[in-house]
């Protein structure tokens, strides 16, 4: 009896061990991956998580032909883009060899927390230590972070990628703008107004720089925010001044109607010549407006607040139609002066060709005006595009047209 009683014991003690032993591997198998001990994991777990991946990802043999243009790789989006890719694809990564195609296609709810506001394409420049291109919730919540191991939901990385590639494009559009700027400027050097170029070159110089700056880091620090407002100040005082210098050209042309001794070559020399540098003052205001446009995107960029662009922005378009207006009323002016310089040469017998000459000008002072307004111009953000990995690493991004 006492041997059976010994026996009985000894096996209720080794299967608590074993019970006690196979508990203590579970948790730490648990824990190894990362999850919660108090929550029993389930198949349903696994289904439910891959139901909310806010992400397609496929490979294609070929690129489709609604490909709109490639997005420029920083470090931070090559990066995010990687643990995408990682995190839907491991086991290919292992093994990848040679070129790879992947089409990505984002939840719709994540695009529209973009476009809603749910999601701001940049943080405020008021949180501290804030990076920019990341997103954040309408409570200010951070809904991205550095890199995959910091995520804590998929939905994180889906919209950190798309804030990024978001910027990334968005600076594209500012480099194109940059050089239609350079360009523009190039046929300037010629003409005299020597203050107003040096300002409109130099914009463009830092604007390149801070262009630079930022395709690598994703950021513009409070330094180069302050400087920025500096230049978009010099640009305002530079459109303001050739607005008054446009104003003087009514005055120029109201004179010349006014002459006492009237010699034809003299007079249409003369209407020539102020629309001669007329064209010169137009040409260097449509460069500052570019430049005040660039700006703007800068502070899109930079995440400033709605009303500050807004703000920045009416005041430009008021100084845009201000100088539209004052143009318009130096082409009049000399519109009206060739009618008169017709009637003139009628009663002086002439018969000349001058007057077809003026109003050809004239008409092309009027094209060159600067008169559209400047606009928001932060692109949507794509649903698709095409990842290219070259030996399991990023090699470009491209936008398939929404």
Same mark, same amino acid.
């Given at each position: 009896m006492d041997i059976l009683l010994l026996v009985i014991l000894f096996l209720f003690v080794s299967t608590v061990i074993i019970w006690i032993a196979h508990s203590k591997t579970s948790k730490k198998e648990i824990q190894k991956r990362g999850l919660d001990p108090s929550i029993e994991e389930t198949h349903e777990d696994h289904q439910s998580i891959e139901q909310i991946t806010p992400w397609e990802l496929k490979e294609i043999k070929s690129i489709p032909d609604t490909?709109?243009?490639?997005?420029?790789?920083?470090?931070?989006?090559?990066? @995010?883009?990687?643990?995408?890719?990682? &995190?839907?694809?491991?086991?290919?990564?292992?093994?990848?060899?040679?070129?790879?195609?992947?089409?990505?296609?984002?939840?719709?709810?994540?695009?529209?927390?973009? $476009?809603s506001g749910k999601y701001n394409l940049m943080d405020s420049n008021q949180i501290q230590g804030a990076k920019r291109a990341i997103a954040r919730d309408h409570k200010g919540k951070l809904v991205g972070h550095g890199n995959l191991s910091k995520y804590k939901n998929l939905k994180g990385i889906a919209t950190n990628a798309l804030t990024v590639a978001v910027s990334q494009e968005h600076l594209q559009e500012i480099?194109?703008?940059l050089t239609t700027i350079k360009i523009?400027?190039?046929?300037?050097?010629?003409? +005299?107004?020597?203050k107003h170029y040096a300002l409109a070159e130099g914009a463009l110089d830092y604007y390149q720089r801070v262009s630079?700056?930022?395709?690598?880091?994703?950021?513009?620090? *409070?330094?180069?925010?302050? &400087?920025? &407002?500096? #230049?978009?100040?010099?640009?305002?005082?530079?459109?303001?001044?050739?607005i008054k210098m446009t104003n003087t050209f009514s005055y120029d042309i109201e004179k010349l109607k006014g002459s006492v001794f009237w010699k034809t070559e003299k007079q249409v020399n003369a209407l020539i010549s102020i629309a001669k540098e007329f064209e010169k003052v137009q040409k260097y205001q @449509?460069?500052?407006?570019?430049?005040?446009? #660039?700006?703007? $995107?800068?502070? *899109?960029?930079?995440?400033?607040?709605?009303?500050? #662009?807004?703000?920045?922005? @009416? $005041?430009?378009?008021e100084l845009i139609q201000e100088n539209a207006s004052v143009a318009n009323k130096v082409i009049k002016e000399g519109k009206d002066y060739s009618g008169f310089f017709e009637a003139k040469l009628r009663t002086l017998g002439h018969i000349s060709g001058q007057?077809?000459?003026?109003?050809? !000008?004239?008409?092309?002072?009027? +094209?060159?005006?600067? $008169?559209?307004?400047?606009k928001n111009t932060i692109p949507i953000p794509p649903? @698709? !595009?095409?990842? &290219?990995?070259?030996?399991?690493?990023v090699e470009s991004l491209n936008k398939v047209s929404n």
């Amino acid at each position: 009896m006492d041997i059976l009683l010994l026996v009985i014991l000894f096996l209720f003690v080794s299967t608590v061990i074993i019970w006690i032993a196979h508990s203590k591997t579970s948790k730490k198998e648990i824990q190894k991956r990362g999850l919660d001990p108090s929550i029993e994991e389930t198949h349903e777990d696994h289904q439910s998580i891959e139901q909310i991946t806010p992400w397609e990802l496929k490979e294609i043999k070929s690129i489709p032909d609604t490909i709109s243009n490639e997005i420029l790789l920083n470090p931070r989006l090559k990066q @995010t883009v990687q643990d995408i890719v990682r &995190e839907s694809k491991p086991n290919i990564l292992k093994k990848a060899t040679g070129k790879q195609l992947f089409e990505i296609t984002f939840a719709p709810e994540i695009l529209e927390g973009l $476009k809603s506001g749910k999601y701001n394409l940049m943080d405020s420049n008021q949180i501290q230590g804030a990076k920019r291109a990341i997103a954040r919730d309408h409570k200010g919540k951070l809904v991205g972070h550095g890199n995959l191991s910091k995520y804590k939901n998929l939905k994180g990385i889906a919209t950190n990628a798309l804030t990024v590639a978001v910027s990334q494009e968005h600076l594209q559009e500012i480099r194109e703008e940059l050089t239609t700027i350079k360009i523009g400027l190039e046929s300037l050097k010629a003409i +005299e107004l020597d203050k107003h170029y040096a300002l409109a070159e130099g914009a463009l110089d830092y604007y390149q720089r801070v262009s630079s700056f930022y395709q690598e880091t994703n950021t513009i620090p *409070e330094k180069i925010q302050t &400087e920025l &407002e500096q #230049v978009y100040v010099q640009s305002l005082q530079s459109v303001r001044a050739l607005i008054k210098m446009t104003n003087t050209f009514s005055y120029d042309i109201e004179k010349l109607k006014g002459s006492v001794f009237w010699k034809t070559e003299k007079q249409v020399n003369a209407l020539i010549s102020i629309a001669k540098e007329f064209e010169k003052v137009q040409k260097y205001q @449509t460069q500052h407006f570019r430049n005040l446009m #660039v700006f703007i $995107k800068f502070c *899109e960029l930079s995440g400033e607040p709605d009303n500050v #662009v807004v703000s920045n922005l @009416t $005041k430009i378009n008021e100084l845009i139609q201000e100088n539209a207006s004052v143009a318009n009323k130096v082409i009049k002016e000399g519109k009206d002066y060739s009618g008169f310089f017709e009637a003139k040469l009628r009663t002086l017998g002439h018969i000349s060709g001058q007057k077809s000459k003026m109003e050809e !000008m004239l008409n092309f002072l009027e +094209e060159i005006t600067p $008169k559209e307004e400047i606009k928001n111009t932060i692109p949507i953000p794509p649903r @698709t !595009m095409i990842i &290219e990995l070259v030996d399991g690493k990023v090699e470009s991004l491209n936008k398939v047209s929404n």
